[in-house]
């Protein structure tokens, strides 16, 4: 039976993105024991509400480094059940992540122990294990979403997923890794799952890449590829990090095919929030549908901060933290 498909539909799709969270689930310094107000997921939790208020065509996604950074991070390094930072991602409803180079600080076991209960797909296209070449987590999903268009009608929409991360890992934390998982290329894992990732039925694929930006010519094995990612056939839009820095913005000069004000990477929308939850990325989407195929006709790329400072310096919060997180 053949899908007969209206002969055009629009449909504005919201992304919203945390990265490098490292375990600051709420506003405090986990070493010194005291209030650092201007950060973290559960002030970050408040603004994905309001932003999903806002559109109610969204979804939630994070790019990694989750599970280390902090004193609490050492705390539960290893224990058995739902790891409390997945709770609380799950709390400030995030969708999918990525494996960060952090995320293997504690070794596999530790890693191995948090990933049994995760409530949502944890991905990674570049790790393999030692020996038979599986992947230790999966390289991609699809999320499956209903979704309505500028008409009011709803849309089936197949949003593809696919993580990365640094092969620095495998000198980083060699001890925990050698001899037992490999880590290749990204721009070349992502070369050989972006197709298949279409051709399961991916409408359109976003990219979470624990990856920086950096200008020039791509090199083997890139710490900071997704500049180099953008140019891969078939990734729509990139959620970036690693970097601990903010994109779209001044922090990265113009030229090279970076559009710090655009917010792209070769013309294709990408977004990095920072780290500790001082920021939430915003990708605003719009999609076109002809025939049977999706693209991306228009986007905007923004960041919102949790707070900012005023005339005298003073940190001035914007948002409460969220209950449903602490």
């Known amino acids: ?120 797909p944890v991905l990674c296209a570049n790790v393999v294990l030692t020996g038979d070449g599986a992947l230790l987590v999966p390289a991609t999903t699809i999320l499956e979403r209903r979704v309505r268009d500028a008409e009011g009608a709803e849309q089936v929409l197949r949003i593809g997923l696919i993580g990365l991360c640094p092969p620095q890992i495998m000198m980083w934390d060699a001890r925990h890794l050698s001899g037992r998982v490999e880590a290749g290329d990204m721009i070349d894992a992502a070369a050989a799952h972006v197709p298949a990732l279409r051709a399961a039925g991916a409408d359109i694929v976003i990219a979470l890449s624990h990856s920086g930006i950096e200008p020039g010519p791509r090199q083997p094995l890139q710490e900071q590829a997704s500049l180099h990612l953008a140019r891969v056939p078939g990734i729509d839009a990139i959620v970036a990090g690693h970097q601990h820095r903010l994109f779209p913005g001044p922090e990265f000069a113009a030229g090279d095919g970076i559009d710090h004000e655009a917010g792209t990477l070769h013309d294709v929308p990408t977004v990095m929030p920072g780290f500790w939850g001082t920021h939430l990325g915003v990708l605003d989407l719009d999609l076109v549908r002809d025939g049977n195929r999706w693209r991306i006709a228009g986007h905007e790329s923004t960041l919102r901060p949790v707070a900012d400072r005023t005339a005298d310096g003073s940190l001035r919060l914007l948002v409460p933290e969220s209950p449903a997180v602490l």
Request: glycine share 10%; with cysteine.
């Open 1 to 120: 039976m053949t899908t007969e498909y209206p002969p055009c539909a629009s449909v504005k799709l919201r992304v919203l993105a945390t990265t490098d969270l490292h375990m600051q689930v709420r506003g405090w310094d986990y070493t010194a024991d005291r209030a650092a107000p201007g950060m973290g997921l559960a002030r970050i939790a408040s603004l994905i509400e309001a932003a999903r208020d806002e559109a109610p065509n969204s979804l939630v996604l994070d790019c990694g480094d989750h599970l280390q950074g902090n004193p609490m991070g050492d705390l539960f390094a290893g224990e058995s059940g739902l790891h409390p930072m997945f709770a609380a991602m799950h709390a400030a409803g995030i969708e999918a992540t990525t494996l960060g180079n952090h995320d293997f600080n504690y070794g596999l076991e530790a890693l191995e122990n948090a990933l049994e209960t995760a409530p949502f």
